[in-house]
């Protein structure tokens, strides 16, 4: 895509303010779709490109990723407990010498 193609489309009035929930200041990078795999593309990489491809027009820009994302989960797998804090429970757990890497 063409620096030219992405400043005519940036110009203007025609925006909309699209919100992806639980996602911090770099939504660019942090809207994963797909869990556990950080090389796939993200929701608002897909929706920018839609938005881009389709000049500006937001009639024709794809936002059903937005629906389709990875909800809020603050489960850690267990091998990063195991190897950051010794236990099996990361939130109640008691510390077990087993379970430690070093």
């Not at 009035?13 to 869990?35: A, Q, R, W």
């Not at 000049?55 to 389709?68: A, I, P, R, S």
């Not at 091998?79 to 430690?100: H, K, P, Q, V």
């Amino acid at each position: 895509m063409s620096l030219n193609l992405c400043s005519r489309v940036f110009k203007g009035d025609n925006k909309e303010l699209i919100t992806f929930d639980y996602c911090p200041h770099s939504t660019l990078g942090s809207s994963g779709m797909v869990d556990e795999d950080p090389m796939s593309p993200t929701c608002a990489i897909e929706v920018l490109a839609s938005y881009l491809e389709n000049n500006g027009d937001l009639n024709l820009m794809n936002k059903t990723c937005v629906d389709e994302m990875l909800l809020f989960n603050l489960t850690i797998p267990p091998s990063i407990i195991y190897s950051s804090m010794s236990t099996d429970d990361a939130y109640d757990g008691i510390y077990s010498s087993s379970l430690s890497t070093e």
